[in-house]
């Protein structure tokens, strides 16, 4: 039921992002850097329930209803809820912690170059003002988080991966995707609008979490 309703606020909310006029909602929910001037506290959290495309929001409910129903039915539906949102959490401040790093990897870019060259600034104010544009939304980072709950408790569950012809575990398949956000964030290609570095605090805080709840109890699927 979790889930359930998980996606239906998520479909709900996106629905109100494109509607709603008069109101950002996108602006107001989304995650801004904590030293700009948009950011408000509760978008540690708000951000989770956003997305920014059609083709983002379904792709995210996809694979949380993939991953979370089993995690869902495995923990119990509250402590799921309390473990979805706190690896949101984590992605948020995960992310916060990375972005003075986004800022100036920017900076330095080819495109943070050309944006000071055609705005007539110095790059140390490119860098600020991608600070304070900064705007993520998404609830992969809380999905990370259920993908790698689901890889430690699940680890030999098959899957099947687009243009592989064959099955492969989910030990594999899931550590191999992280590994891929840790070197997407460390060297964020131009152009690239994933939030990898929230994909790593979700991820992190899942991993982490779960092997905390689950130190003690050996009713583990292998």
Request: charged share 10%; proline share 3%; net charge positive.
């Amino acid at each position: 039921p979790i889930v359930l309703n998980l996606i239906i606020i998520n479909a709900l909310i996106f629905v109100a992002q494109q509607l709603l006029s008069g109101f950002n909602v996108t602006e107001w929910g989304g995650l801004h850097y904590f030293k700009a001037d948009a950011f408000k506290p509760h978008q540690l959290i708000t951000h989770m329930f956003m997305h920014g495309s059609i083709s983002h929001l379904l792709f995210n409910m996809f694979a949380l209803w993939m991953f979370g129903s089993m995690l869902e039915n495995y923990i119990g539906s509250k402590k799921f809820l309390v473990f979805y949102l706190i690896c949101g959490l984590g992605a948020g401040i995960l992310t916060q912690l990375s972005i003075p790093f986004s800022a100036e990897s920017f900076g330095k870019s080819v495109s943070g170059v050309q944006a000071a060259f055609e705005n007539g600034v110095d790059a140390s104010r490119i860098v600020e003002a991608y600070k304070q544009q900064y705007l993520m939304v998404g609830a992969s980072g809380a999905i990370m988080g259920v993908m790698a709950a689901f890889a430690y408790l699940f680890p030999n569950t098959e899957m099947f991966i687009m243009l592989i012809p064959i099955p492969v575990k989910a030990k594999f398949v899931i550590p191999v995707l992280v590994l891929i956000d840790l070197f997407g964030g460390i060297r964020q290609a131009a152009g690239d609008n994933i939030g990898h570095f929230a994909h790593l605090g979700g991820a992190i805080v899942g991993f982490l979490l779960i092997l905390y709840w689950n130190k003690s109890n050996r009713k583990t699927f292998y």
